[in-house]
């Protein structure tokens, strides 16, 4: 079993730390991870400057760049193999709800799920590192569970895990669940730059708006660890004929105007 595993915390953060710790017992790892922290990046690809690979001290290698171009240069010529699965975490903070669309966790474990290999993405619901230990021994629990299903195979799979900063005896079991909503997010911050120019602070992540049962929210609030599937096909399939319906009377009316 060979794993890849990065983050978007930057290859020093406990998260990453603790997790290589606990997967190694089961497989072979290998680190690929951002230089600094790269919160937020989603998706993002370094298209217009050169990115480079360094060699930490403990083996991590370590990319000036986004989570997505970690996984990317590891899956196209940084490694000589195709690792079986993509892990992503732990992330310091939850990536539930709308946070999945912004997070460079969900990325870098999305950018594996690109290139055809079962991913996961892996948050602890609060900041701070608490309970990280048991956190990092839960997921190997789930990746070892999957390995004896057999469902680490060639057929690819993403899931976003969010688990509660609790100890490991406390967790409640994985209850697999849908995304919540978040209210939208808080006003702008506003401050002075000693130039004396306008700075802008993006303002927090809004509450959560649909906590309901069945949701990730309501699942990590009850103490269960929430594991998402996620796929990345952003269609509208509801209302594609909505649409198409809408384009057929807009050609018509436009026909009409100019008498064509």
């Known amino acids: 079993m060979k794993i890849l595993l990065s983050n978007d915390d930057g290859y020093q953060a406990p ?12 497989a072979d790892v290998e680190v690929v991870a951002p230089e600094h922290n790269n919160s937020a990046k989603s998706n993002a690809l370094t298209l217009h400057s050169p990115l480079y690979v360094q060699q930490a001290a403990n083996g991590f290698r370590y990319v000036n760049g986004t989570p997505a171009d970690c996984v990317h240069i590891a899956l196209t010529g940084l490694l000589a193999y195709r690792p079986d699965l993509v892990v992503s975490g732990i992330n310091n903070g939850a990536n539930m709800g709308d946070d999945t669309i912004y997070s460079g966790t969900v990325g870098a474990a999305m950018e594996g799920y690109l290139f055809g290999i079962p991913a996961m993405a892996v948050s602890q619901v609060d ?15 789930i990746v070892a569970q999957m390995m004896a299903q057999n469902l680490v195979t060639e057929a690819p799979w ?29 006003r702008v911050i506003t401050q002075e730059s000693p130039r004396g120019e306008v700075m802008y602070w993006i303002g927090s992540a809004g509450a959560a708006k649909d906590d309901a049962e069945g949701t990730d929210f309501h699942a990590t609030a009850l103490g269960h660890v929430a594991v998402t599937p996620l796929k990345v096909d952003l269609t509208d399939h509801d209302n ?21």
């Open 158 to 186: 993403l899931l976003n895990v969010n688990i509660p900063n609790m100890p490991l005896e406390a967790l409640r079991p994985l209850k697999f669940c849908r995304l919540g909503r978040r209210h939208a997010a808080e």
């Open 15 to 26: 998260g990453i730390v603790a997790l290589y710790d606990a997967l190694k017992t089961i």
């Open 127 to 141: 900041k701070g590192w608490g309970e990280i230990e048991a956190a990092a021994h839960k997921t190997r629990e």
């Open 240 to 260: 594609l004929g909505y649409w198409a319906q809408t384009a057929s009377r807009l050609a018509a009316a436009d026909a009409a105007g100019t008498g064509r």
